[in-house]
């Protein structure tokens, strides 16, 4: 295993509410598991399947995570648009086969929506990593988009590129935290509190959904720049 940066160059802004998505672990994972043909439409925890990424593991007070650090960018600008479903009523061609023709849009399949979605324009994403830089490319390489409503057109990957670099990042970066970690976990090396950090509940290793890991943790501020 090698210490890595991993980019994205994007080449439309991406869709995000936080600044520690996307994660780049999460994204390994889920490309893993489709390239097996083992992804579930509607997971559970007892469909729950341990990746074996090309990821080296760290440890923290014996819990687990994959090396990797939060996103890193610097924010251009933030825009806003807004994504909407609304049904024409006057529409004449729709087929309700035998169901009856009324519907409500304000519930189910039918329901009429207007949403914002919160754009952050930046011409590149790294991540510090601990791993196998030719098979993290390679699986990187089926990620055409991050961040959410891909389908709109944000989050576009122009492309993807991993390199091999001296220091390992995936932890600290010049004094600075550069990832969540668990707060509980990390005070019982007796290491004290990293000052100037938010705390907040998260899931500190994928997936994010699964309850037994999310907990309290620290989380780094200095990994994403704004105003640049």
């Known amino acids: 295993m090698l210490n890595i940066q991993i980019t994205a160059y994007l080449s439309?802004?991406?869709?995000?509410y936080d600044d520690w998505s996307p994660s780049i672990d999460s994204l390994l994972e889920y490309y893993w598991l489709e390239e097996?043909?083992?992804?579930?439409?509607?997971?559970?925890?007892?469909?729950?399947?341990?990746?074996?990424?090309?990821?080296?593991?760290?440890?923290?007070?014996?819990?687990?995570?994959?090396?990797?650090?939060a996103p890193c960018y610097a924010i251009k600008a933030q825009?806003?648009?807004?994504?909407?479903?609304?049904?024409?009523?006057?529409?004449?061609?729709?087929?309700?086969?035998?169901?009856?023709?009324?519907?409500?849009?304000?519930?189910?399949?039918?329901?009429?929506?207007?949403?914002?979605v919160f754009l952050r324009h930046t011409e590149r994403i790294d991540w510090f990593a601990v791993g196998n830089p030719d098979e993290v490319f390679k699986l990187l390489l089926r990620c055409s988009g991050i961040g959410k409503k891909r389908s709109y057109g944000y989050g576009q990957?122009?492309?993807?590129?991993?390199?091999?670099?001296?220091?390992?990042?995936?932890?600290?970066?010049?004094?600075?935290?550069?990832?969540?970690?668990?707060?509980?976990?990390?005070?019982?090396?007796?290491?004290?509190?990293?000052?100037?950090?938010?705390i907040m509940r998260w899931a500190w290793r994928p997936p994010g959904w699964l309850h037994a890991n999310q907990t309290m943790c620290f989380m780094p501020t200095k990994t994403v720049i704004r105003d640049a």
């Open 12 to 16: 439309s802004p991406f869709f995000a």
């Open 36 to 69: 097996r043909n083992l992804l579930s439409p509607n997971p559970s925890p007892n469909d729950l399947i341990i990746a074996d990424l090309p990821i080296e593991k760290g440890d923290i007070s014996g819990a687990w995570y994959w090396k990797v650090s």
């Open 79 to 116: 825009t806003q648009d807004r994504f909407r479903k609304r049904w024409d009523y006057q529409e004449s061609s729709l087929n309700w086969g035998k169901r009856k023709p009324k519907w409500s849009t304000s519930e189910g399949a039918e329901k009429s929506y207007d949403l914002p």
């Open 157 to 198: 990957i122009a492309k993807w590129q991993v390199k091999e670099i001296d220091n390992d990042y995936h932890l600290w970066r010049n004094g600075e935290l550069m990832r969540p970690i668990p707060a509980e976990e990390w005070v019982a090396t007796g290491q004290g509190v990293p000052p100037g950090l938010a």
